[in-house]
Every structure is written in C-alpha cells, then in structure tokens.
C-alpha cells in the first residue's frame, strides 16, 4: 500500500494544535483534524510557526502564564477564523463559531503535541506541502491515528 | 447584520489573505481562489442595500490589493512607485535623488525574471511613467 510512510520516507510525523481548534473539530467536522504535520518534531530549517516543538514551549508558556496579549493568542485567532470562514460550514455555524473563537480565553490555546503513525496513512491523503521543507497537510486526520505525545 | 453578511466579511478577509500571504491562505483553507470567489458573490448574491454597497466597497479595496500584488514583477515596480513618492515628497530635502532612483531601479531590475525584460521606464525624473506592466 503506497503509504506517506513510503512516500516521505519516514515513520512519523509530529504536530501541535491548540485545544480549541480539536474541539472545533471534534463538534463540527465529525472529528477529521485538518493537520499540518512535520517528519521531525523539532525541524530546523522550518519557521517557527511549522515547528511543533516550538509552538508547543511557546504556547505551554503563553497559556501557564496566562499571557491574554501575546501576539500569538492573536495569531492564532485569525488563523482559526480563517479556517471556519472557508470551510463547508453553514453561515449560522460559521458566524457561531466566529464570535466563539474571538471571545475563547487563553486556556482554550493549551497546546497538544500529537505523533501520527504515517505507516498506515494512505499516499492519496498527503494533500499539500508548505512553505517550508518539512511541512505536509493531511484534511482528515482522525484520532485513531494519532498519539498524544502531551494531551 | 444576518448571518451571510458576516460570513461574506470574512470570505473576503479570507480572499485578502490569499493576494498577501498565499502560504498563510493554504495554511487556512482547501479552497481554490476561484472556489473562494465563487462563494463571495453566491453570499453577494443574498445581500441588499446598504449591506451590498459595503460588501462591495470591500470587494473594491480586494481588488486593489489584487491589482498591487500581482506578481513578482508588480511588486518590483511597487517599490519603484514607492521610491518614486517618497522622492517626490522629499524632494526639496534630497540632494542626490537621482542615484537614490537609479540605485532603486537597479535593484527592482534585478529581482525580475531576465524572460520578461526589456522593460520601459521613462528616464526624466519629472515625468516619470512606467510604461509597460507586465
């Protein structure tokens, strides 16, 4: 079976996601992560923003601290808006989950580290690379393919 | 406000996403631009009067951010633009703007793709025009 195992190279893949964007996911797309995932958990040559372990120390901190005016609280906010806006969501459950994501408080932010096991995921959902080198996109991610490294 | 207005606004936050940071837009979402386009004038569509105008007054701003970014050759030439103004509002404090200018376009030039040179720029500084947009 042409595996993105095969494909890449590599047995597993590592993210991090904020609490909120799972739940999201968990309530309104039938549990399927659309995942931006990276073959090592500390990638040097990627950004920041593609680095799991970076988002994770970063993110653990802002939300220990409760730091509400990080930059990235914001960031993450309109990374998530965008995602909703352009989803197959109904407009109700769009506009619902707008005013949910820019209302959410820091806490919602705490941040999963995930490793996916890319041995049993199919080639044909590798649906996009990134920016940077190490930095892939699977839209339907479900749980039994993940391991939560730090739930 | 209904609920297709709202969602229409942030279509086209997303639609201004994809001309200033298309990594970022691919990041966010599975839609095509095109797909995106589509669904901005499917919500457009359902809109009336004074919400309809301030859609499109957006959608006009879009365009323009459209029209700026449109390629790597555009963006060259925007920073010539942007040399060009901040000359023409100094101009009484510089004294060597015309190796500022030239300097500039040496490196707008530069950072084109040798395939769509030659490119016209008009030389005199008092009437410059650039003449072809790629």
Known sequence: ?151 | VNDEVIHAYALIGLRALAEYDFNEFKRSTDLTKGRLDDRINELLGQTHGQEREDLNRQLDQLESIRHESENQVAAAFLRVRSAWRARSVHRPLLSDTSVRLSWEFERAAAALPSMLLPFTIGHRLGTMNICVWV
Do not use: M
Not at chain 1, 37 to 65: H, K, M
Not at chain 1, 89 to 95: E, G
């Open chain 1, 1 to 151: 079976v042409p595996t993105i195992a095969k494909h890449l190279g590599k047995d597993v893949g590592y993210s991090c996601q904020p609490w909120l964007a799972i739940d999201i996911a968990d309530r309104y797309f039938g549990g399927k992560y659309r995942t931006w995932f990276a073959t090592s958990v500390n990638p040097q040559l990627n950004g920041s923003s593609s680095n799991p372990l970076v988002l994770f120390q970063e993110l653990d901190r802002i939300t220990y601290t409760n730091d509400f005016h990080h930059s990235r609280i914001n960031q993450l906010k309109g990374k998530l808006s965008h995602w909703i806006s352009g989803s197959k969501l109904t407009s109700a459950d769009t506009v619902d989950l707008l005013a949910e994501i820019a209302a959410a408080p820091v806490p919602a932010f705490r941040p999963r580290l995930w490793k996916l096991d890319l041995r049993n995921i199919h080639i044909s959902r590798l649906i996009d690379i990134g920016q940077f080198p190490d930095e892939y996109l699977v839209s339907d991610l479900i749980k039994a393919e993940i391991v939560e490294l730090v739930p």
